[in-house]
């Protein structure tokens, strides 16, 4: 909870223990934001952007055109009003930030919805503004924290204008605390409390509880639709070991199974490939390919276009059975001088390993980039390359060849301990002195 006089809170308002560090999270859909015309969204900041100095940036009136940049300078302009208080996480070098700061804010609605709450907007790439946003357990941006005079109401992230208003109405209609939300929630659950609940957790990082607090939502409420949610939801916990491809799929499954438009199939189809990728079933999301495919036969898109490129590879390996035809897909996605590039030839033969396919061509890839990788200053890009092809040596059973090529990885990276342990797992064995060159 937060003490009275502190500059800004010292322990998290949603337990009793200091948060992890703040990380930053991709958020698993992107085609949303190409599809509504704003395709020079990105995180790379502009260097064209004025920069501005500290008198500037606490410089404001509470509005959202003008808001306050000081947690506790936002809270005290809060208790002289009606005690609200909406607080944006943002970076200016945030793409997501930016659309809602120019799309979705200044929308006649969700001004409407603003007008009587004080604005505090925080650049988590500030020092203390990231100090502040690790205590609210911030894992992307945007994400917004609703305040009362009694403590946060509420916490979401996203930037588009329906999912920001659905937040920022529910919470407002039940002025309820989120910690009293959560007890609420285990002995006398709604389907509102579920839905926000759902998002709240999504916004701290906690995407298993979502998932189950999405479900129950709808559990309580059939007319609730949450499948998109759920989707976006087990995607970012699959990248973050919360949640298994299993459950990724089922999630997938089920807006596959209304009949998804194309640009959602598509969007389906690439978390779910790029996640396989990732598990010893690459292969796994075949059928959500090919549906993908049939949807956008005949689009004209450039954004989904470039998705279906994407993806050319991997539906050519999975739904047509074309080893070769993946192969040479694959290869076009490359540069167009990468038989010539090192790095771009270790990119191609790790696909071959991911794939289980063409491995002698991938080992002699691996070989060329290490041999154009012995610069000084090439030791970790020639260490990956090693370790591409140790696991080429280890899937071809040459499990000594692989044993030497990571132990020479270790040689060229020795605080990687990635390759450490790769060789633990193949039985070497380590003395403190050696142990030492796996790092941490």
């Not at 308002?13 to 990105?42: C, D, E, M, N, W």
């Not at 000081?70 to 943002?90: H, I, P």
């Not at 089922?250 to 209304?258: G, N, P, Q, W």
């Not at 491995?359 to 591409?388: C, H, M, P, V």
């Amino acid at each position: 909870m937060y003490t009275q006089g502190m500059q800004f809170p010292r322990l998290s308002p949603y337990r009793t223990r200091l948060v992890p560090a703040l990380t930053k999270l991709v958020l698993p859909v992107l085609t949303a934001l190409l599809l509504a015309g704003v395709p020079q969204l990105s995180h790379a900041q502009d260097p064209g952007a004025p920069k501005k100095n500290i008198q500037e940036a606490m410089a404001g009136d509470g509005t959202i055109s003008s808001p306050y940049r000081d947690f506790q300078e936002g809270r005290a302009q809060a208790a002289l009003k009606n005690g609200k208080m909406l607080v944006f996480f943002q970076t200016d070098s945030c793409g997501y930030s930016k659309a809602f700061r120019e799309m979705t804010a200044p929308d006649p609605e969700v001004a409407r919805a603003l007008d009587d709450l004080v604005i505090v907007m925080l650049d988590v790439e500030w020092a203390k503004d990231k100090f502040t946003a690790r205590q609210h357990e911030v894992q992307a941006t945007p994400t917004f924290v609703l305040y009362d005079e009694k403590g946060p109401l509420h916490q979401w992230r996203g930037w588009g204008k329906d999912l920001f208003l659905q937040n920022l109405r529910g919470a407002l209609n039940g002025e309820t605390l989120v910690l009293d939300r959560m007890k609420n929630f285990e002995t006398a659950p709604t389907a509102v409390d579920g839905l926000l609940l759902g998002n709240f957790y999504a916004s701290t990082g906690k995407f298993d509880q979502s998932l189950t607090a999405f479900r129950k939502a709808e559990e309580l409420d059939p007319s609730l639709d949450l499948r998109s949610d759920r989707f976006d939801t087990a995607a970012a916990g699959f990248s973050n070991q919360q949640v298994s491809l299993e459950e990724l799929m089922s999630t997938a499954e089920a807006i596959t199974s209304r009949k998804p438009s194309a640009a959602e199939a598509l969007n389906i189809a690439s978390v779910v490939a790029r996640a396989s990728e990732k598990t010893d079933t690459p292969g796994a999301a075949a059928p959500f390919v090919a549906t993908a495919f049939e949807k956008s036969e005949s689009t004209t898109e450039p954004a989904l276009l470039s998705i279906r490129k994407r993806l050319a590879p991997y539906h050519a390996l999975y739904v047509d059975k074309d080893e070769q035809a993946a192969l040479d897909l694959q290869a076009a996605t490359l540069a167009a001088n990468w038989k010539e590039d090192p790095e771009e030839l270790n990119q191609l033969a790790w696909w071959c390993v991911i794939h289980r396919v063409h491995l002698d061509k991938a080992k002699a890839w691996a070989q060329q980039a290490i041999a154009g990788l012995s610069e000084n200053e090439k030791k970790r890009e020639r260490a990956n390359a090693r370790d591409t092809l140790a696991e080429i040596h280890l899937l071809q059973g040459n499990k000594d060849l692989a044993i030497a090529e990571w132990q020479q990885a270790m040689k060229d990276h020795p605080r990687l301990k990635a390759y450490r342990d790769k060789l633990v797992e193949l039985g070497v064995k380590f003395d403190d002195e050696n142990a030492k060159m796996g790092g941490k």
